[in-house]
């Protein structure tokens, strides 16, 4: 399945909210990317655990990987429309 900016701004609003399926999120990172600008996200997704560690047992990150995410979100958003 191809990934596009809205698709991958509804993936990253869900992974931070809890609402994604519990293979996204490892499809999305496993996953080279054709898209240049989706293929750097999830570079940088990638080590947002390292950045960002976990304050909490089952976070993947913290509060602020999580808004390194919704802000990745808001501006795919603001591509695509």
Not at 7 to 27: H, R, S, Y
């Amino acid at each position: 399945m191809k990934m596009t900016k809205a698709k991958l701004a509804d993936l990253l609003e869900g992974f931070v909210n809890g609402t994604c399926g519990p293979w996204e999120w490892d499809d999305f990172i496993s996953v080279r990317h054709k898209d240049p600008e989706i293929e750097n996200i999830r570079d940088h997704c990638e080590l947002l655990d390292v950045q960002f560690p976990p304050r909490k047992p089952g976070q993947f990150c913290n509060e602020e990987g999580a808004e390194v995410l919704l802000t990745y979100a808001r501006q795919l958003r603001e591509e695509s429309s």
